[in-house]
Structure formats: structure tokens, C-alpha cells
């Protein structure tokens, strides 16, 4: 997986990158200090940080009843507004586009996957 391809990047490329993995909550109580937390390291220059979602109606909705028409996707999102309660997501899907997506709508897809599903990647 993801960390087996960082560590050959590290071995290979003489890099060193660490990678991370977290839950939604080990950013804060409330959504609001969550994605707040995550819109800060994203702001550094040396952080990427993507999100492992459990994807479904082409990103605009999410409800919890799970078919095969779901699968889980990684995606990027390049902006975050706790103000409007928006984020946006660079989804490669379909060719790829930029989607404003509610707040509410990531979180419900990133509580469909059962393990962690934010990563951190940093370069020191």
C-alpha cells in the first residue's frame, strides 16, 4: 500500500518522507476544529495531505445505506472553508474536476471506510 511505496521512495530516491495515518476526530472535538486542523497543515509547504473516502453519486451526496455502486476512492481537496461549510475536492474521476462538496458529505464518506482515512505525508 501507500506506505510500502513511501519506504521504496525513501530506499530508492535517497528521499525522506514519513506518512501518517489518522482518523477525522484526532483533529479535535467539534468538525469545525477538525477541519481547521487539517485546512493548517495543509498550509505548510512540505505537508500533503489526502483523504480515503468511500465514494458514491458522484461526490455530491451521501447516504448511509452502502451499495455496489460505492467504491472507496483517495482524493486531494484543495480547499477547505469551515465558514461555508465547504470543501473542494480535486477528484481525478470521470477525466477529473474540481467539486465543491459540503463539509457534512466528506465526513459521512470518510466514516464509510473502516480504517483511517486521512494521510499525512510529510517531507523532512
Not at 5 to 30: H, P, Q
Not at 62 to 81: K, L, V
Not at 98 to 115: A, G, N, P, Y
Request: glycine share 8%; charged share 20%; hydrophobic share 35%.
Amino acid at each position: 500500500g501507500i506506505k510500502s511505496i513511501v519506504n521504496w521512495l525513501n530506499k530508492n530516491y535517497k528521499t525522506n518522507i514519513s506518512v501518517e495515518f489518522k482518523n477525522l476526530k484526532d483533529f479535535g472535538k467539534t468538525s469545525k476544529e477538525q477541519w481547521t486542523a487539517i485546512g493548517k497543515l495543509m498550509s505548510q509547504s512540505n505537508v500533503a495531505v489526502f483523504f480515503h473516502i468511500y465514494y458514491r453519486n458522484g461526490g455530491s451526496s451521501c447516504t448511509s445505506a452502502i451499495t455496489n455502486q460505492d467504491h472507496g476512492h483517495y482524493e486531494i481537496c484543495d480547499i477547505i472553508n469551515v465558514g461555508t461549510g465547504y470543501v473542494r475536492a480535486l477528484n481525478s474521476l470521470s477525466g477529473g474536476y474540481l467539486q465543491d462538496r459540503k463539509i457534512s458529505v466528506q465526513e459521512c464518506f470518510m466514516k464509510k471506510i473502516s480504517q483511517p482515512s486521512v494521510i499525512i505525508l510529510t517531507k523532512k
